[in-house]
């Protein structure tokens, strides 16, 4: 129908034609969009807090402990059950946060700008790997580490790129693609491609070469330390292909650990919900699928954009660390993907086979006709409060969302 | 015959049982063995100044301006045509250097200790892209970034060096290699991972924060930094695999610019040398092959130890780089230097070929006897001096080397 691909193709050009640039670090509560005192915003679709995972109930008890407002975990809970706390929508506000997605005012968020348009996007800085908030960690080890990223991380990565001008996403997303990252479970080539952007900067910047040692460090020690700015950067370039009339083009996956939710350009801000699956993947010693709790994070914002899952063949080895079989397979997996997108984009390619493009732009009739769920890399959280990340894996996005947009999508375009 | 293969898995023995680790960088003249005033070390085999290329000779007229040992150009072209300077093989030293590979007295080098063996090696630091010593270079320019090298960078890592413990080069490179590294002609993944594991380091160690911003955005801008660290690994891994008798592995392969040698372990060190060949490549716009010197430099230690051109199947990137043709064939480059390696690296391997071993312990019978020449990836240097690098390319070890080799190899086993 030619509505329908006019509109694509618009969408597909406003995808291609971002420009995000990690701009600044600031504190949530002084830029992101009506996020206030005593309110959590979280991953995935809005949900309350009865029907909240274990991991998401343990990181809203932590959060609302690190920011004040209760004096320990149990306060927290009663606080949180009781409707003393608000909760919203990480993608409600302009934001996205990996996992649990916790935004509360006092942390700091990375401001990513998409330069064509002006519209920005948010999300806190990576904790790291093992027992930390995103995968429902609660402790003291945890919120004094927030508290480290708050007081000292956070302004320093401000500073610096206020001081550098910014960091330009694209050129660096494509050379990470050149490096075996797909950006979703791999990370550490961006993660070291930020770090020789920012480093010089930080040290210009600094007056304390102690902090200055130890934020060094601790980017430098955490493989996983770029998933939040492709996180930022992803919602940067999508919140401008929402609502384009009679496009079918995916603009936001997440999930929160209890409901899988889809938004498409054509239906505006409607969330398209299904029960989460399970991730299926490799456990690390002493954990199984029993402890596994369901896929959980507005992470999948990395593969509305063409990366991840998608970008698999980029990344053999991944592919093991996820699961996904032998390392000469994950070439499929974005081979797969490619079926269900509308197109290829020319700016992010993979060098090994020989410079396709990723494929970008989830088409959810096409994801409906052949039955190809878009692929998902993610890490698995234990399913109670205060454990942290136990495995990684692959996820299907669920059938279901894509069937009800479609029909929503028909009905109004009054094709039903 | 079995003394040969006996031989040969005591030299893989060797190669695979190496411990590098980049300890410290101090001024040449206080560690490199035998080196001293108004003694130059260059790549390759030795020679005299009169068979030396451009760029050879351009280097050490810069070299000896920048020791004080001439106050011109022209007062140094004398002094090294008339026999007022030593000169001699790196190789000689326990050091390598890259291209022209000067090493004089003031420059400090990267010492990378094998810990299982206690033996040591040595590099200058690479000086980034462009125009630069290394390719032929003499200019102010040149001459001013050698001094910044010798009086901020390098007192700047050894310090960090000597304070964290040093860096294992091991597990480093493994990770380079599932990140499109090949080593030789590609480092930005392991330049990145140096930079990751010294700079809270050299924060740490500073006083300055300016020098050390100078000096983390020198290696965050220079994709090369790693070639050099590569290098003295790779010389640190083979100087214990010399002199087993019998073997009839390549323990250097190495060029001057105008000869191509090898040494061999069972034939200790002598050279078995032939003229050297010209890369087959891709220029830099504004060059031709009418410009290019022949191949040059230490830096094919690297495909000694079984990277380089011999893992470039890890690195589909490269391939474009060097004219080497289509990303997806970068593969076979890997499995055919693999005919001509008596093993496989375990813990080097390709994620992208199901985690094969780089090939490894080149041998000097299986490259005569199927005619597969060792293959290397290079940069390439015009033929005058001062001007520098204008392109990249592969070239191929003359086959005359180790035709030489077998038959002086068979001579000293009674064979013949």
Redesign the interface.
Known sequence: MELIEKANEEAIRRMLGAEPVLIDVVPAGEIVPDLQDKMILHAGPPLEWDRMCGPMQGAIAGITVFEGWASDLEQAVDMASSGDIAFDANHHHDAVGPMTGMTTVSQPVMVVENKIIGNRAYCAINEGLGKVMRFGGNDEEVLNRLAWIRDVLGPAMGKALKDMGGIELKPLIA?GL???DEMHQRN??CS??V???I???M??T??D??A???S??FI??NDQFHLNITMAMGKAIMDPVRNIEGSSIVTAMSRNGTDFGIRVSGTGDEWFTAPVEMPEGLYFAGYSEADANPDMGDSTIVETIGLGGFAMGAS??VA?FVGAG???E?ANYTYRMGEICAAENPEWTI?????LGVPTGIDIRLVVDSGIAPTINTGIAHREPGIGQVGAGVVRAPMACFEQAVRRLAANLGLS
């Open positions: 050379r050149s490096m075996g550490v080539a070291g491609l770090l020789r952007a480093a010089s900067a040290a210009r600094s007056d070469t102690t200055l040692s130890e060094l460090a430098s020690a053999p080895a093991g032998a390392a000469s994950a060098p090994s086979l020989d410079y």
